[in-house]
């Protein structure tokens, strides 16, 4: 496989340089590299429909005898359509092609053909408009279907791919060695590159997939464990264990869990390597505190650090409440984000370079070039699946090996953080600050909305504050338009006559955003209508009602992460989840949220109904591109694939033995491709 991967695409027949050129755009480029572009789906022409059964505007095959020569016909501007009509005995087809001289050639009176197209047509006649045509009894029953690019078709591909897996040696090399292909019945690479490409059958496209599959997890999870021993380089930042001094400071005596979890932390900054931890805590668990709790640490070390949100207006929240905690304990805060600028930036800039400032607070714009530290000690990103690997990576390099903490926004289950965080230590903070309340919650048809706005109106009037987080919108709309909509219901809806009302969408700007959070949370907003950019950790301890719009739209780890906005303070609160969809799926959603109000559960159940490819949304992860494992790939899949690697690197940590250099050599190929920071 390694001679192919040098192996230029030109030297396949009919690859000239211009097809050269548009296989590059898919990233292809050697022929090891087109051997490893696998189909995106595939035709299968044994399975045929008869033409009655054959579903109204879904794709077909069909089989037809031509009845009535090809008629042809010239429109206007040159142009030519063809018509003629087939029978599978039962029924007729109607078959209509434009443009496509050579029809009346190929399809002849009284011969059988295969045709796949969409069935349109009226109640009289059944119609395919320029179907596929596959002559009977041809070879290829099962066809591939490739991923294209403007200019590439499918069958240019295949026809390339074709080539290439002649070209493969026979033996093959394979990453996985022979003895854990036979402990997991995987089938060898060869033979899967042969089955994925031109299967014969079904199950041929299963056996490659389950194998090919299989590695690409492999080399992932192997991948990872490697970042993480890597990452174990040794760091100058001892870090004094001085929490003590910072709980005084806190207006609350901190969890157990709480003070377990700062002690690890301080504990592994304290170890003279570089500390890399993922925090995983509920919503309101107070993971807040705990990174408070080590910055302070860290800076009465005489080092630097620096938290990063994934949102403006969460970067200001945390800023504010930590300079209210840390008043007169000589810590000093700044804020930066991107609405900091000009000569208020320059000079922030200039402290933080003579090391004025101990804890910089902000958003991504701490990732900018020009932000440089005196002695950044300790990294912290907030709500972290917002932020990919690569970015996670890029913070770090502001420092010589800093301390990293990850906190996770929601909990995650302990199979897939181990996918994705398995460079990563674990904490968890398994105890809620004494006094949270369950927030009871409950699902309702849109039908009770008014009866839910005068529940909402009640509170409002006893002084409290509530969440209407807003309808859903088609995708590529702007959210705007449905909120600013919603928001005009609202203001002249009598539920809501007299009531402050306030909006925040994804289109403001950055100010304009922060001028609405500010107003709701010092009470000046009672009722915010809102997208989901609440969602993240904004907290608001007044506010005890949130109702979610057509709640079926969302995962069930973002309704939990929507529905921890509120039950914040002492007062009882509660979640009203709208909802007219009437699928089991969503009852069972809806029943889960309504049973339970922890995170970890949920995340269990959000994984079990959806599977691991929707639990993070898309590319949220930051993993490496996969090209045939989706993370939807089923659990079981994934911990046979923990355990041999498990195995694997038991026996060879580095994998520097012999039988594993064509793994590490394709655990490189997958990892180049996320900025290429090295495993070498
Ligand atoms: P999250 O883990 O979701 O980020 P936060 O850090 O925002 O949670 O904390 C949620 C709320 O709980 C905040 O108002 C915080 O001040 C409060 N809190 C945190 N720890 C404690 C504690 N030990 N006792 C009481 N309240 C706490
Ligand atoms: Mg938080």
């Known amino acids: 496989m390694a001679s192919l991967y040098r192996m230029d695409l030109s030297q396949l027949k009919g690859v000239g340089a211009k097809t050269a050129e548009l296989f590059s755009k898919l990233g292809l480029q050697s022929v090891g ?53 087939v029978t599978d005995g039962e029924t007729d087809l109607v078959l209509t092609f434009f443009n496509n001289k050579y029809i009346p050639n190929q399809l002849r009176v009284g011969k059988n053909y295969l045709f796949r197209g969409k069935i349109g047509g009226t109640f009289f006649h059944r119609e395919m408009v320029a179907p596929q045509i596959m002559r009977e009894g041809a070879e290829i029953p099962i066809r591939p279907v490739y991923p294209q690019t403007e200019g590439l078709r499918s069958s240019t591909i295949a026809r390339a791919v074709e ?100 002690a690890e932390m301080i504990e592994d900054m304290q170890s003279g390597s570089a500390m890399n931890r993922l925090l995983q805590g509920d919503v309101g668990s107070g993971k807040t505190a705990v990174a408070a709790a080590l910055c302070y640490c860290v800076a009465k070390s005489g080092y630097q650090s620096a938290l990063m ?84 990576l890029r913070l770090q390099e502001k420092g010589e090996h800093p301390h990293t903490l990850i906190m996770s926004a929601t909990p995650i289950p302990r199979t897939l953080a181990l996918m994705i965080y398995g460079d990563l230590a674990l904490s968890v903070l398994d105890e809620m600050p004494p006094g949270r309340q369950t927030i009871a919650t409950y699902a309702v048809g849109s039908d009770k909305r008014e009866r839910a706005f005068a529940y909402l109106r009640k509170h409002i009037d006893e002084g409290y504050q509530c969440y209407i987080i807003c309808p ?38 950055n100010d304009e955003k922060n001028a609405v959070m500010t107003a709701f949370s010092r009470g000046e907003i009672d009722l915010l209508v809102s997208t989901t950019v609440v969602e993240v950790g904004v907290d608001v301890p007044n506010a005890v009602i949130i109702l979610i719009e057509n709640a079926e739209r969302y995962g069930l780890s973002q309704l939990h992460q929507l529905r921890g906005r509120v039950g914040r303070g002492k007062a009882k609160s509660t979640c009203i989840l709208i909802t007219d969809a009437q699928n089991e799926e969503t009852a069972a959603r809806m029943k889960i949220m309504c049973q339970t109000n922890n995170g970890f559960t949920i995340a269990e159940e959000d994984l079990r109904l959806r599977g691991p490819g929707n639990f993070f949304g898309n590319e949220q992860h930051g993993l490496p591109k996969l090209k045939i494992a989706d993370l ?26 012999y039988e594993h250099r064509m793994l590490r050599s394709e655990i490189r190929l997958l990892f180049t491709k996320v900025g290429g920071y090295g495993i070498s």
């Not at 690479?189 to 014969?200: E, N, T």
């Not at 059958?201 to 299989?214: C, G, T």
């Not at 709309?477 to 009598?494: F, N, W």
């Not at 899949?637 to 694997?648: F, Y």
Request: proline letters at 5%; charged letters at 25%; one cysteine or more.
């Open 632 to 657: 939807k790939t089923n659990m079981e899949t994934l911990s046979d694939v923990q355990n041999c690697a498990r195995a694997i690197l038991e026996k060879d940590p580095a994998l520097a033995l």
């Open 33 to 85: 590299a087109l051997l490893r572009f696998y189909p995106r789906d595939y035709e299968n022409w044994s399975e045929l429909t008869p033409i009655a059964a054959a579903p109204y505007g879904e794709v077909s095959i069909v089989r037809g005898e031509v009845v009535v020569p090809v008629e042809t016909t010239r429109l206007s501007g040159g142009r030519i359509l063809c018509k003629t009509v």
């Open 472 to 509: 859903l919108i088609e995708e590529g709309e702007s959210d705007m338009a449905s909120v600013e909509e919603y928001e005009a219901l609202l203001r002249e809806s009598p539920a809501f006559s007299g009531v402050r009302i306030g909006a925040l969408h994804g289109r403001m700007k």
């Open 309 to 392: 949100a994934p949102t403006e207006i969460l970067a200001q929240q945390h800023y504010a409440s930590l300079t209210k905690t840390l008043e007169g304990s000589g810590v000093r805060a700044a804020l930066l984000t991107g609405s900091v600028k000009g000569k208020a930036r320059r000079e922030l800039l200039a402290s933080l370079d003579a090391g004025e400032i101990d804890l910089l607070i902000g958003t991504h714009a701490l990732l900018t070039e020009d932000v440089a530290f005196k002695n950044l000690a300790l990294v912290i990103t907030d709500e972290q699946h917002r932020f990919g690997v690569t970015q996670r």
């Open 163 to 262: 080539q290439a897996l002649a070209l493969l040696p026979d033996p093959l090399e394979d990453p996985i060695p022979e003895k854990i292909r036979r402990q997991y019945s995987l089938c060898d690479l060869r033979s899967a590159l042969f089955m994925i490409h031109a299967p014969k059958n079904i199950d041929e496209i299963e056996k490659a997939r389950r194998r090919l599959v299989f590695e690409e997890l492999l080399c992932l999870q192997l991948g990872i464990a490697q970042l993480g021993s890597e990452n174990k380089v040794k760091s100058n930042y001892r870090i004094r264990s001085a929490q003590e001094d910072f709980y005084r400071l806190l207006p609350f005596a901190p969890t157990g869990a709480q003070r377990r979890c700062v």
